[in-house]
C-alpha cells in the first residue's frame, strides 16, 4: 500500500509513524513550494514544480495565478482546463481532487485535514478527502471542509464556508454554506 491509499479517510495519532513519512515528503515540497511562490516562472516552468511538488503530471491546460500554498502536495489531483487563482490554499494531506473545467477563486481554502475533538490526541490528524467536480466554481476567500464533495457545475458563493456536500447545479453561500439558488 502505497502513502497516499494509507492518507484516505483516517485519523492519524501523535505518535504514529506515519507521521514520519509525511513529514519527510513535506520536507522536500517546502522548497518547491517555497521557489514556486517566489520566483518568476513562465508556465511551462509552474507546471513542471507542480508535477514536482504533486508527483503527478500536470497538464498544460492548468493556469494558476500565483502564489499557490499547499501543506503536503502529493495527494493533489488536477484535471484540465481548471482556473486557480492567488493566495490558494490546498491542505491536500487527506486528498484534494479537482476535475476538469474547475474554476477557484482568490484566496480560497480548500481543507482536507482537521484535528481530533480529545484534548488528549488533537495533536493528530483527522483525514477526509474532498472533491471538486467538473464544472465546479469555488468563490473568492470560501473555505471547504473535509470530506466535502462539490457537485458538477455547482457554484459555492465568496466566503462561503462549506461543511456538507454540494448538490450538482447548486449555488451555496454562508456559513455554514446553505443552498440559495439552482442552476438552470
Known amino acids: 500500500m502505497d502513502l497516499r491509499e494509507k492518507l484516505i479517510n483516517r485519523t492519524i495519532l501523535p505518535d504514529?509513524?506515519?507521521?514520519?513519512?509525511?513529514?519527510?515528503?513535506?520536507?522536500q515540497n517546502k522548497p518547491?513550494?517555497?521557489?514556486?511562490n517566489s520566483a518568476?516562472?513562465?508556465?511551462?516552468?509552474?507546471?513542471?514544480?507542480?508535477?514536482?511538488?504533486?508527483?503527478?503530471k500536470i497538464d498544460a491546460t492548468l493556469d494558476?495565478?500565483?502564489?499557490?500554498?499547499t501543506d503536503f502536495g502529493r495527494n493533489l489531483t488536477i484535471g484540465k482546463n481548471v482556473f486557480i487563482n492567488c493566495n490558494?490554499?490546498?491542505?491536500?494531506?487527506?486528498?484534494?481532487?479537482?476535475?476538469?473545467?474547475v474554476l477557484i477563486g482568490p484566496g480560497a481554502?480548500?481543507?482536507?485535514?482537521?484535528h481530533p475533538l480529545s484534548p488528549e490526541n488533537r495533536l493528530g490528524v483527522v483525514l477526509k478527502p474532498i472533491f471538486i467536480k467538473r464544472n465546479a466554481w469555488i468563490g473568492a476567500g470560501a473555505t471547504v471542509l473535509p470530506g466535502v464533495t462539490i457537485g458538477e457545475d455547482a457554484?459555492?458563493?465568496a466566503n462561503a464556508t462549506v461543511t456538507k456536500d454540494v448538490p450538482a447545479g447548486k449555488i451555496v453561500a454562508g456559513t455554514p454554506a446553505k443552498i440559495i439558488q439552482s442552476i438552470v
Open 109 to 114: 481554502q480548500i481543507l482536507s485535514v482537521g
Open 88 to 101: 490558494v490554499m490546498l491542505t491536500d494531506l487527506g486528498g484534494i481532487t479537482i476535475e476538469d473545467h
Open 64 to 69: 494558476v495565478n500565483l502564489p499557490l500554498y
Open 40 to 56: 518568476y516562472l513562465t508556465k511551462k516552468e509552474i507546471h513542471e514544480l507542480l508535477s514536482e511538488i504533486t508527483g503527478t
Open 155 to 157: 457554484i459555492v458563493a
Open 32 to 36: 518547491k513550494i517555497h521557489h514556486l
Open 16 to 27: 504514529d509513524p506515519l507521521f514520519d513519512e509525511i513529514h519527510e515528503i513535506v520536507a
